[in-house]
């Protein structure tokens, strides 16, 4: 019966850290087409708009894309070495990192988010 609990419970935390992992390989897929997006972003404001302050701003996005991509690339192999060879229990305290990251990984949406209205704000003044 004993064996039987621990299976249970290893086969638990193994099922939750598979979803984590998961989710931050989504996170990081996400994050490199944004910075793809900010290559075609950077031709556009180069030639049309050609503001300084955009591209600075856009400059300084794309680092912090990176980084946070590199963050959660070290984030998820973390996850893949506690799969396999951790047997630290997958607890509240594992969750709550887990939810600081996705915090962490929405904010930069929404920054992602806010950069876009604006640049696309400073397109609609062009006309044909």
Not at 74 to 86: L, S
């Amino acid at each position: 019966m004993n064996t039987a609990s621990a299976y249970k419970i290893e086969s638990h935390r193994r099922v939750c850290l598979v979803k984590d992992c998961k989710e931050t390989n989504h996170w990081i897929s996400v994050l490199e087409l944004a910075v793809k997006e900010f290559e075609h972003f950077n031709n556009i404001e180069k030639q049309l708009i050609k503001n300084i302050d955009t591209s600075n701003n856009m400059l300084a996005l794309r680092r912090k894309f990176t980084l946070s991509m590199a963050n959660f690339c070290k984030y998820e192999q973390e996850i893949i070495n506690e799969i396999e060879y951790g047997k630290t229990e997958y607890n509240d305290s594992r969750a709550k990192i887990h939810e600081l990251k996705r915090q962490q990984y929405i904010q930069v949406i929404k920054e992602l988010h806010d950069f876009r209205i604006k640049f696309y704000t400073k397109l609609e003044r062009f006309k044909r």
